[in-house]
């Protein structure tokens, strides 16, 4: 699969390009929406938690900023997955018109999805940067984690989202229940709230949630400027590459077959 995206890499990044571009194409203003928008989000969230409610953080009640970083990242992060995974799940569905005219390699489609939905994680990420910069909190050296991260969240997505996207083919309900798990899935993970509030009943249940440990780390790399816990990650790395796995067996024992369904 690897050698057929590397075939069609030309095919792979116009396709990229042409959806990124094509959101803005009829607007005054044209892709600077792509930079206004998560401009917005973080200058919402920064009034909202250091001007108007400023809650204190538990551990960094000297950062003024600190609930306002908490959530920005949090959020930043959360974008990335949801989008990405709500699209992959109805890839296939969505380019059956190209599946059925077109002869190229399937796996083609997610990893248009994967780097269409990167594009303004991208860009969402530097304006938040930039914004850590003036305010004087930039992660330093602590930044070479990131990558990583991002890396892991990537792999756990592509899995989970090529798999449900195969599956969305048979069975079309896969599509609609998603966007449901997903709005339950983000009160389920302490982005706008911490741990810390929840009974430790419920607490327990939380760590049941593979986002949990991704998310805590890259809060605790801005907030704390430290290396993330690799431990608690280690679950999610094999959980991610056991969906890669059984996503990449799933998807070519029903390649074939796809466009029939469709």
């Given at each position: 699969m690897l050698s057929a995206l590397w075939r069609y890499r030309g095919f792979v990044t116009s396709s990229v390009w042409r959806e990124f571009s094509g959101?803005?194409?009829?607007?005054?203003?044209?892709?600077?929406?792509?930079?206004?928008?998560?401009?917005?989000?973080i200058v919402i969230f920064v009034a909202l938690f250091h001007g108007l409610m400023r809650p204190?953080?538990?551990?960094?009640?000297?950062?003024?900023?600190?609930?306002?970083i908490h959530v920005c990242i949090g959020v930043i992060a959360w974008t990335l997955f949801a989008d990405m995974l709500a699209r992959m799940s109805t890839v296939f569905i969505d380019r059956a018109n190209l599946i059925k005219k077109s002869t190229f390699p399937r796996i083609c489609?997610?990893?248009?999805?994967?780097?269409?939905?990167?594009?303004?994680?991208?860009?969402?990420?530097g304006l938040f940067l930039l914004f850590l910069v003036i305010i004087g909190q930039f992660p330093g050296i602590a930044l070479l984690w990131l990558p990583p991260l991002v890396l892991l969240q990537l792999v756990f997505t592509l899995g989970l989202g090529v798999l449900l996207g195969t599956m969305?083919?048979?069975?079309?309900?896969?599509?609609?229940?998603?966007?449901?798990?997903?709005?339950f899935w983000f009160w389920l993970t302490p982005i706008v709230y911490t741990p810390s509030i929840l009974p430790e009943g419920f607490r327990t249940w939380l760590r049941l949630n593979p986002l949990q440990p991704l998310i805590a780390a890259y809060q605790q790399l801005f907030l704390a400027h430290t290396a993330p816990n690799l431990l608690s990650l280690l679950p999610l790395a094999v959980l991610s590459l056991l969906l890669?796995?059984?996503?990449?067996?799933?998807?070519?024992?029903?390649?074939?077959?796809?466009?029939?369904e469709l």
């Open positions: 959101r803005y194409r009829e607007s005054v203003l044209g892709v600077l929406w792509s930079i206004a928008q998560p401009l917005a989000l204190a953080l538990e551990g960094h009640e000297d950062n003024a900023f600190a609930f306002s489609l997610p990893a248009i999805v994967a780097l269409s939905a990167l594009l303004p994680f991208t860009i969402m990420l969305n083919v048979f069975l079309r309900d896969i599509g609609q229940l998603l966007a449901v798990v997903l709005q890669l796995w059984l996503a990449a067996r799933f998807f070519l024992a029903n390649a074939p077959t796809m466009a029939d």
